[in-house]
DNA sequence: ATAATAAGTTAGATTAATCTAACAAAAAGA
DNA sequence: TCTTTTTGTTAGATTAATCTAACTTATTAT
């Protein structure tokens, strides 16, 4: 079927469509970390096999077949993410780069196992959702935390990043899925946004907050 | 470090060594699927890098460090069979497909945590020794069932084969590891053998019989 | 011992995924 | 608008892994 490189540029290209509706080759090149006339390259052969839309210096466009083959992979890994931190004790900032490699195994049983061992989540670790196997996304609406105003008071629910640095930012400050989170001040010169939880008291930059996906409570 | 192709070519090594002193590219080339042109190129490559040693027409010959990384591939495979089988409640027929695709992940954390989960198994599902972090390999010298007489009273300890028919054969009879076999009949004529185990009483050919691999009660 | 078969090698081509260099088109800024 | 910068494309080369065809060496069998 589809090569681990093809399946990357695959979900490569669905990550970014669900930050900026026009994606380019160049923003395909960077996150995957290639030169623009590879990127461009494979994008014809993406093309030729019905998974994106293309033409000439317009953006790039998953088909629908695009798109649910990339929510499969999307699945694979959020799964394996969510069973590694439920059933084999990873932290969260461990799962990443185990899961970037075992999605690309073929055996659907393997992720079908998976998700009945852990009672069919809707979400993984980072609380990103999990895609149905019908390739379905089921993304729930959160607000950034940058976005509340004083007083507001509001549970963690979610993670625009995922990276080891940004996880181990959060570690350090006890921040984790769920937390309950009052905002006590927003500073107006920088945007920074001082938080009170489970008795701890913080000051976050806007950086930090506006990746930060809240539920009001 | 080394490719999936090439971590495949010295698991397939390290697997006809220990049937065939003498390996051949032929052999090799068998048992991958490929042509024997092909194979002999990926042994050069080998041989470039330390991990065969290679005469041209000569046999071919696992350097130490090849030994050792074949073991450690290996080691993944039979680790992850047999988290497969005790923690995911896979068949002992269905985990190999699976096995060869997640043994190539690279993160050892990952192999160490199911090792660690499974309270440090020695052998896979299949009766075959689970090589050392060390690339050391404990190979338990057992007997063919092949090679009983008449009267013997044995255990069912390993196989010499792990394929999906051979397996479903051996469930198809109830047949499975640590299984108590009376050799009640060997039949001169063509080698089968009569076996009574768990109130059945079962008539196997020598093609099976040379397979199962049993120790002395 | 010689002929036939099997095994191994060389040469040359192919495909997927990548690169750099050079150029063209589009977008941004003055 | 016109120039500069960014983005995208084309052309051509490279590397890993594969193939087939043709040839050579080794082994087996009569």
Chains 1, 2 share one sequence.
Request: aromatic content about 8%; proline content about 4%.
């Amino acid at each position: 079927m589809a090569s681990q490189t093809e399946e990357n540029y695959l979900k490569a290209l669905f990550h970014l469509s669900s930050e900026q509706a026009a994606v380019s080759i160049s923003a395909l090149s960077t996150v995957l970390g290639v030169s623009k006339p590879t990127a461009n390259s494979m994008i014809k052969n993406l093309k030729d096999q019905g998974l994106v839309y293309y033409e000439k210096y317009k953006p790039l466009l998953l088909t629908d077949t695009g798109k649910k083959a990339a929510a499969l992979i999307v699945r694979k890994h959020r799964l394996t993410e969510m069973y590694l931190v439920k059933k084999m004790g990873f932290g969260w900032e461990e799962v990443h780069e185990i899961a970037e490699q075992v999605e690309h195994v073929k055996v659907a049983a393997f992720f079908d196992r998976m998700d009945e061992l852990l009672g069919y989540p809707t979400e993984d670790p980072h609380g990103s959702p999990i895609p149905e196997k019908d390739g379905t996304l089921n993304q729930p609406y959160y607000k950034r935390l940058s976005d509340c105003e004083k007083g507001a008071h509001v549970k963690l629910a979610a993670l625009k990043q995922s990276s080891k640095e940004f996880l181990a930012f959060l570690d350090d400050r006890g921040l984790n899925l769920g937390a309950d989170l009052f905002v006590e001040a927003v500073e107006p010169f920088d945007g920074s946004i001082i938080v009170r939880y489970s008795n701890k008291r913080e000051s976050l930059s806007l950086k930090v907050s506006e990746k930060l996906m809240i539920e009001e409570v």
